[in-house]
Nanobody, 113 residues
Framework: QVQLVESGGGSVQAGESLRLSCAVS??????MGWYRQAPGKQRELVAA???????NVADSVKGRFTISRDNAKNMVFLEMKNLKFEDTAVYYC?????????WGKGTLVTVSS
């Protein structure tokens, strides 16, 4: 059974940093990403990474967020710096493998201005 478990969310002040972690169990998933869903909005891709380390980051967080992974530990990370109020959302770890999509349950990030 494939499981994705996020951790590292919390409440911070604007300008502070957080590091989210996603532990993947059950299989190695090449295409992984972090997504977020703010209240009343659709889920959006924040950053993606391949098994080989190629990354893609949304323009809204470029220069502030960095995605990385540790393939040996089967974990994916999202380093978030200079957080803004508009970054407040539930952050989900997601993966796609041969057309199957896997999701974690999410971790809440709240940024107060």
């Amino acid at each position: 059974q494939v499981q994705l478990v996020e951790s590292g969310g919390g409440s911070v002040q604007a300008g502070e940093s957080l590091r989210l972690s996603c532990a993947v169990s059950g299989k190695f998933i090449d295409a992984m990403g972090w997504y977020r869903q703010a209240p009343g909005k659709q889920r959006e891709l924040v950053a993606a990474i391949t098994g080989g380390g190629l990354t893609n980051v949304a323009d809204s967080v470029k220069g502030r967020f960095t995605i990385s992974r540790d393939n040996a530990k089967n974990m994916v990370f999202l380093e978030m710096k200079n957080l803004k109020f508009e970054d407040t959302a539930v952050y989900y770890c997601g993966g796609e493998d041969y057309g199957l999509h896997y999701w974690g349950k999410g971790t809440l990030v709240t940024v107060s201005s």
